[in-house]
């Protein structure tokens, strides 16, 4: 099994086999503590073709730049098709995690790690920053 692909979003979904996002970012502006309105985390996983069918525990934890703050984890249910994927191709499973409003409590850097059945798989991170004066900044034509 591994993640193909993490993203932090305003907006996904998936449905009937398509997958939607809006807006993807790395970076938020804000005073702190602050939280975001929208925000979605979309995950993107194979597994092989014997998992047929399984259903796995996954959990994402959130932590601080300095992974010593751990804030609200949460958990879902990864229950894969039972029909064998075409030769070749993993099975996939695509997880959409609503985080609207989500808290950061201070600046800084913030992971979102991704676990199944407890093994790491890897994850994204946002950058909460402040925000910055743009009186200087260059006018448009």
Same mark, same amino acid.
């Not at 201070?106 to 946002?126: N, S, T």
């Given at each position: 099994?591994?993640?193909?692909?993490?993203?932090?979003?305003?907006?996904?979904?998936?449905?009937?086999?398509?997958?939607?996002?809006?807006?993807?970012?790395?970076?938020?502006?804000?005073?702190?503590?602050?939280?975001?309105?929208?925000?979605?985390?979309?995950?993107?996983?194979?597994?092989?073709?014997?998992?047929? =069918?399984?259903?796995?525990?996954?959990?994402?934890?959130?932590?601080?730049?300095?992974?010593?703050?751990?804030?609200?984890?949460?958990?879902?249910?990864?229950?894969?098709?039972?029909?064998?994927?075409? $030769?070749?191709?993993?099975? $996939?499973?695509? $997880?959409?995690?609503?985080?609207?409003?989500?808290?950061?409590?201070?600046?800084?850097? /913030?992971?979102?790690?991704?676990?199944?059945?407890?093994? /790491?798989?890897? =994850?994204?991170?946002?950058?909460?920053?402040?925000?910055?004066?743009?009186?200087?900044?260059?006018?448009?034509?």
């Amino acid at each position: 099994m591994h993640l193909a692909a993490t993203h932090i979003c305003e907006h996904a979904s998936y449905h009937a086999g398509r997958t939607s996002m809006i807006n993807a970012f790395n970076q938020v502006h804000g005073s702190a503590p602050a939280s975001v309105d929208r925000m979605t985390l979309l995950l993107v996983f194979h597994f092989p073709g014997k998992d047929r =069918g399984r259903v796995l525990k996954g959990r994402v934890d959130i932590l601080t730049g300095d992974r010593e703050t751990h804030l609200p984890s949460a958990e879902f249910a990864i229950k894969l098709p039972d029909a064998t994927p075409p $030769q070749g191709l993993p099975l $996939q499973y695509i $997880q959409v995690l609503n985080v609207n409003g989500f808290p950061f409590p201070r600046h800084g850097l /913030y992971a979102f790690e991704v676990f199944v059945e407890g093994i /790491y798989l890897g =994850g994204d991170q946002v950058y909460f920053a402040p925000v910055t004066d743009q009186s200087d900044a260059p006018k448009g034509p």
